[in-house]
Structure formats: C-alpha cells, structure tokens
C-alpha cells in the first residue's frame, strides 16, 4: 500500500494467487490534487518499506500535508 500515482491517495497493489499479475486496488473519490508520487519522498519511501516488510504502522512524509496545504510550498525532490 502506498501512493503510487502520486495523486495523494494510496493505492494497493495485490499479486495474484500465482504471482502472473499484480493487480491495482484505489479509492474512486475525485481529486484536483496533484502531485510527485510520494514514493519520491524519501522519508515516506522508508515508511513504505518498514510498513511492508515489519510492523504494519502508517507512512509519514517529510512535509506537511493536510487540507490547507499551500500545493506551491510542497518541496520537489532533486532526481538525478
């Protein structure tokens, strides 16, 4: 589970019972949020991995992120 589409929501990716297949799982509630995936924030991407391999406790960004945030101040990562 994790946002892979970087639309602020998570989606959860299932195999299939003979690992031929991941399917995708997602919310279908309309949103005019955009951003880079969260999986490009490192923090998050740790909280992914401990989430998916250890205990199963929530992800947190490095960033704020609630209903007033201001979508102009959110850092972009640097990629390289």
Excluded at 33 to 38: A, S, V
Excluded at 46 to 60: D, K, L, S
Aim: with cysteine.
């Amino acid at each position: 589970m994790a946002d892979i589409f970087g639309d602020w929501r998570e989606e959860l990716l299932v195999r299939t019972a003979d690992s031929s297949a991941i399917r995708i799982y997602l919310g279908t509630e309309l949103t005019d949020r955009k951003l880079y995936t969260l999986m490009h924030d490192p923090q998050y991407r740790v909280g992914v991995a401990w989430q998916n391999v250890a205990y199963n406790q929530p992800c947190y960004p490095s960033f704020y992120f609630a209903s007033d945030l201001d979508w102009s101040k959110v850092p972009i990562p640097r990629l390289s």
